[in-house]
């Protein structure tokens, strides 16, 4: 019943749920948020702990209301673009439709967006109208990983909510809860960059020291345009495991940096690999590289092939190697 709720002290601890359940104890909850996040496993969390606590005061998790919100079984509470599909333009109107009808239970009627950047700019001047008009007791939480995702008419007539990256003993000590052997977790939440959704995914890696192994080398082989081709098809560009590579190759690069400012590295393990990175990459090129990296993750958010956003990712290293130099 608690699927939802791995993370359930650290994130009723966050700012972005103490910020909302300040509004609610105010009587000033807000007809929309946006919540910024890539952390897909905390918001999880967190629209479960909003959830219950619109419904009770406390958010108790016990009472017939939280038993609800956590079974799913409350009907004035929908949540949206959870998975890869886009939402389109039809599914749109029929929300807004069901937005202006009379809620089942007589209170609050919810609508959690989690991957809003699935919704397509016709989508959202759809919902415009329901956000600038917003009926009585509606209220949307939409949530993605940047605000870039939205409209600009949208963000403004929403309130904005950060949920900030969580410290390493918070990430090990949900992973622990949630089953992750000690070890494991340890490592997770070490180089998992204060997301749990990345912490439980690095923590999962069966051949965490290989794959670490591969993206580095991987790295140092990089030297021009050519060499491309020869990791076009490699394991880690797999749709199963590119978004761990791009996870791994971001904490490479980063330390790298780490190296250039005189810092311990995260990946000491690897060292040396390390220091011959930062010795290839100036600061500048390794933040090039960096931004990247989260251009990657955009496409492949937005369907595009791993094979193709893995081409995208090498040839534009090879460039800002040499265009930052």
């Known amino acids: 019943m608690k699927a939802d709720l791995r993370y359930e002290k650290e994130v009723r601890e966050s700012s972005a749920f103490r910020t909302i359940e300040s509004d609610l104890r105010r009587g000033e909850f807000s007809h929309a948020y946006f919540i910024l996040s890539e952390d897909k496993d905390a918001l ?19 009472c017939k209301e939280c038993r609800k919100v956590l079974m799913r079984s409350k009907p004035d509470v929908k949540y949206l673009a959870e998975g890869e599909e886009n939402f389109s333009v039809e599914e749109m109107s029929a929300l807004t439709e069901d937005a202006g009808m ?43 990983a940047n605000a870039a995702s939205a409209l600009p008419t949208v963000l403004s007539r929403v309130k ?44 999962a890696d069966e051949d965490f020291a290989r794959h670490v192994s591969e993206v580095s080398g991987m790295v140092r ?36 940096v780490k190296l250039h400012l005189g810092l311990p590295p995260t990946l000491s393990e690897i060292a040396e690999d390390l220091a011959e990175i930062a010795e290839m990459y100036t600061t500048a090129a390794l933040g090039a590289a960096l931004d990247v990296i989260t251009t990657c993750r955009i496409r492949l958010k937005a369907n595009c092939l791993a094979q ?18």
């Open 221 to 256: 082989s990089l030297k021009k345009s050519s060499d491309v081709r020869s990791f076009l098809r490699a394991p880690f560009f797999s749709k199963d495991r590119i978004l761990s590579t791009l996870s791994i190759l971001e904490i490479v690069l980063g330390d790298a």
């Open 102 to 144: 009379t809620s089942f239970e007589g209170g609050a009627k919810l609508y959690f967006f989690k991957n809003f950047e699935r919704v397509s700019e016709a989508a959202q001047n759809k919902l415009l109208k329901t956000l600038e008009e917003p009926y009585p007791g509606v209220h949307f939480i939409l949530s993605a």
């Open 308 to 325: 193709n956003v893995a081409d995208y990712l090498m040839l534009k290293m090879v460039e800002v190697k040499y265009k930052c130099r």
């Open 44 to 62: 999880d969390t967190l629209f479960a702990l909003i959830a219950m606590r619109v419904y009770c005061e406390n958010a108790c998790l016990e």
């Open 160 to 203: 904005q909510v950060i949920l900030s990256a969580f410290p390493e003993e918070a990430l090990r000590e949900g992973l622990l809860r949630s089953g992750v052997s000690p070890e494991r977790a340890a490592r997770g939440a070490r180089i998992g960059q204060g997301s749990f959704t990345r912490a439980r995914a690095l923590a």
